[in-house]
């Protein structure tokens, strides 16, 4: 019976051992310059030669007819057995993952205390899966591992080795790690031509990109893959033969789905899928292949060189090129990447394709949130309005005063980051903004108000160093309730910055017959301290309302601690930005934007 490619066309030496020179090029080194550590560690992922290279030393430590530069011969009695995995009395493979219990580390420690069966020999223990094995197995091999028996070499083998770190971290200390690196699909092509030639089968080239793809980066997947599709039929390996074979969806399905996304053909999705879901279409290939053109039209489009593709694919896309924005494509790949994970484990896997492939194709009806700013800060009439006939926040109702306009009249105008920049205000800007930019520069030029130290304040209200509006109202507990925010950046921009920020914390509790507004506080001494500036937040007050005489201060019992969620957290973050920016507000408001955490 013949044996499977992957076990027939396994490595003897090291110079065979494909890629990982690195590792195989130090184990050659130790072993001709007599430097062969006690225990070594191989990580990497699946069928990148890990046990291959456990059996090429265990080989070469045991070889009769070593090379003098480390290189096992390949095909004496000792390496032939070896090699096959074959028993050998010198070499014991064992298999963590079966074999993971403190029995079978006490069994192995006690086993690993007998010489070689010669002088010139060495024991060698591999153990596959090393990740497997317990912590209590771990701690038993703890002692052997740090002073081993003379010519015994231990070689773990692993494809997670932080679940060794995390189970036995003081192993690491006391073998030497090499990490294995994935094989490219360069390497599995040039790979599988030599051994295709070998076995005389003719492959056309874009058979064997097909198979070095589905590999993944493992050797050993793409010779067990070569000869799942060799089973499949005779004569020679093509591209057809590889699709049907391993079930891979052709391309012109894929690029179908690409062009009904590039076309916002969102209703024939459905259609579409079904019809390969009738078929048999397999949606987990189905999906990484969606992934594979949109990475390769995102490389084109950005004016690079797209991943490892078909010839015929490239010229596919390069013809679609500049339908698809490089933005777009790359909000479909994040989204591709968030639904991955619970793609796998779904049973409504054509639902989930479906759903993903509708966002895709709806990609411009969607809202890029700084462009929106941008337009609002350039319209002439200031934030959208609410609704139809509602008013909007900059032209208030009749008869209610203007929450922003009196607060906002001395401020500079704020315009996004994106569009003012420093030395490029102007030139960047619409006409309109412009202006805005031109006068907040003015503002921001002129020398602020002179500050005066509480202590030396006189008791007189200062009502000359806030300019007073236009009309006031008759002061009332929910309108102040409502436009506390502005007096305090009333008293902020009078030079108060302490008091404006206790008054922050501060509020309006009550409004008397007899024009007494009481304040509501956190504590007492922030009671005290207002209460010292009363003048100044009556000559503020007295800038909005009518009827302001007196300022009374209240402290209240604190309010029992609220459980910190994501969501309130999220909830008093989006009400800070609203609060400090209120074109960011009116934005939210008028479009019911929500915040992403």
Request: charged share 25%; hydrophobic share 45%; aromatic share 4%.
């Amino acid at each position: 019976m013949s044996l499977a490619l992957a076990r027939k066309y396994r490595p003897k030496t090291f110079a065979a051992v494909a890629v990982q020179s690195h590792v195989a090029g130090t184990l050659k080194g130790a072993i001709a310059r007599g430097r062969v550590a006690h225990g070594y560690l191989l990580c990497g992922p699946r069928g990148t030669g890990k046990t291959t290279l456990a059996r090429v030393l265990a080989m070469a430590l045991n070889c009769e007819a070593k090379r003098e530069d480390g290189e096992p011969c390949g095909e004496c009695p000792s390496c032939t057995r070896i090699w096959s995995g074959s028993a050998s009395l010198d070499v014991v493979e064992i298999d963590a993952a079966s074999n993971r219990g403190v029995d079978d580390a006490r069994d192995l420690r006690e086993r690993a205390q007998y010489a070689p069966t010669g002088e010139d020999r060495y024991k060698v223990y591999i153990v596959d899966e090393a990740h497997m094995l317990t912590r209590e197995a771990w701690n038993t091999l703890l002692k052997v591992l740090e002073e081993p028996p003379p010519r015994v070499v231990f070689v773990f083998a692993t494809t997670e080795p932080q679940k060794i770190a995390q189970a036995a971290a003081p192993v690491l200390s006391r073998l030497q790690r090499f990490d294995l690196k994935r094989i490219g699909p360069a390497d599995v092509r040039e790979r599988l031509a030599s051994v295709l030639a070998e076995e005389q089968v003719t492959a056309e080239p874009e058979a064997l990109a097909m198979l070095a793809r589905a590999a993944d980066g493992s050797m050993r997947d793409a010779l067990s893959l070569t000869d799942q599709v060799l089973a499949w039929g005779d004569g020679a390996l093509t591209p057809q033969r590889v699709r049907d074979a391993l079930g891979l969806v052709p391309e012109d399905e894929t690029l179908a789905l690409f062009d009904l996304v590039l076309e916002r053909r969102a209703g024939d999705v459905f259609a579409a899928v079904g019809r390969l879901a009738d078929h048999g279409v397999d949606f987990n290939v189905l999906l990484a292949d969606v992934s594979d053109l949109l990475r390769a039209q995102l490389a084109l489009t950005l004016g690079g060189t797209p991943p490892d593709i078909s010839d015929r694919l490239r010229g596919e896309l390069e013809s679609r090129k500049g339908r698809a924005t490089s933005a777009d494509l790359v909000r479909m790949l994040v989204m591709l990447v968030e639904l991955e994970p619970h793609f796998r484990r779904s049973a409504q896997q054509q639902l989930l394709l479906e759903t993903l492939l509708v966002r895709f194709a709806l990609l411009d009806r969607t809202v890029d949130l700084e462009s929106v700013l941008r337009g609002v800060m350039a319209s002439p009439a200031g934030p959208p309005a609410f609704g139809g006939g509602g008013t909007s926040r900059a032209e208030p109702s009749r008869g209610e005063p203007s929450r922003a306009e009196p607060v906002r009249a001395a401020e500079p105008v704020r315009a996004p980051a994106s569009a003012v920049r420093e030395g490029d205000a102007t030139r960047s800007a619409p006409p309109r903004l412009r202006d805005s930019v031109e006068t907040a520069s003015a503002a921001v030029a002129e020398p602020p108000a002179p500050r005066q130290s509480p202590r030396s304040a006189s008791p007189a209200p200062a009502a000359a160093d806030i300019a007073a509006p236009a009309a006031t109202v008759p002061v009332e507990i929910n309108r102040l309730a409502e436009h506390w925010d502005d007096i305090v950046d009333v008293i902020r921009r009078a030079g108060r910055g302490t008091l404006a920020g206790m008054l922050d914390h501060a509020t309006p509790h009550a409004v008397a017959g007899n024009g007494t507004v009481t304040l509501a506080v956190d504590t007492e001494a922030h009671g005290e301290a207002i209460t010292q500036a009363a003048d100044h937040v009556l000559a503020a007050l007295r800038t909005r309302f009518r009827g302001v005489e007196r300022l009374a201060v209240k402290a209240q019992q604190a309010a029992p601690m609220e459980r910190l969620t994501e969501e309130n957290v999220l909830q008093r973050r989006v009400a800070q930005l609203r609060k400090r920016d209120p074109i960011l507000d009116a934005a939210i408001s008028a479009l019911d934007l929500r915040v992403i955490p």
